[in-house]
């Protein structure tokens, strides 16, 4: 009777080779390679036997392991300078391989974690939820006596003293005029169709404020505009004398 031999799975050839390192429970810095090469080829040729499609990269860490053992096997030269070991290289992919191993395991067992874990939408009653604790109003004014309300209105009230500019608030109210254009107009309007002729510095003269003499010139331009004045000049900064045109210049019956 046959006897068969199941052999491991191993995702590639640096997994063998870890399992080689622990089970033979050696420092991967210090690498036997003459015996792990051994079980290694033992390993492919068992491996060989039950598959002939072995993957082509443990074929290649055997050449390698080959060549790491001949390297050290042949006597090394005497020179000032110290020899790169053999085996560091294949070192340094041993310890980068058992880093990404390690995370994997990290990362499945996060994931087998996760799947415990369940999300479940709140479900609070409305009733529940617009609960207030009732307001004991007793309990609540039992220390409240006049002196301590006094406190606390003095300390309220110096809390907005405070808040006063002491430079601004003597600067009193400001408001802001409102000077309509269209009234200014409307009563321009009315103005021209009682004078026929008139002067226009005595028209700003008229005027309260800096904002009616800036809303009043507009109109007067907003007017020479539609055409219903014109104005004249005979020198320079002599005085603007307005005049209405006649259509606009009769006052109705």
Do not use: W
């Amino acid at each position: 009777m046959d006897l068969t031999v199941k052999l491991q799975v191993f995702e590639g050839p640096l997994d063998l080779l870890l399992h080689l390192l622990e089970k033979n429970k050696v420092n991967i810095y210090d690498i036997p390679i003459v015996e792990i090469t051994s079980q290694y080829m033992e390993y492919i040729s068992e491996m060989q036997r039950q598959d002939l499609n072995v993957v082509s990269e443990f074929l290649v860490m055997a050449a390698t392991l080959l060549d790491i053992k001949s390297r050290m096997l042949l006597p090394r030269e005497e020179t000032e300078e110290e020899e790169e070991d053999p085996r560091a290289e294949l070192v340094q992919k041993l310890l980068e391989y058992k880093m990404y191993r390690c995370m994997a395991y990290e990362l499945k067992d996060r994931q087998i974690d996760a799947e415990k874990v369940l999300f479940k939408m709140p479900t609070i009653p409305e009733e529940v939820r617009q609960y207030e604790e009732p307001v004991d109003l007793q309990e609540l004014l039992t220390d409240v006596t006049l002196k301590r309300l006094n406190g606390i209105f003095r300390s309220v009230m110096r809390r907005q003293e405070d808040r006063v500019d002491p430079i601004r608030s003597r600067f009193g109210k400001i408001e802001r005029e409102e000077v309509s254009l269209e009234e200014r107009m409307g009563y321009l309007e009315q103005y021209i169709l009682h004078h026929r002729r008139f002067s226009f510095r005595g028209l700003l003269e008229t005027q309260s404020s800096k904002m009616e003499i800036i809303v009043t010139f507009l109109s007067v331009l907003e007017l020479m505009k539609t055409g219903k004045i014109h104005i004249s000049q005979e020198h320079i900064f002599d005085d603007i004398i307005i005049y209405a045109n006649s259509e606009e210049s009769q006052v109705p019956a």
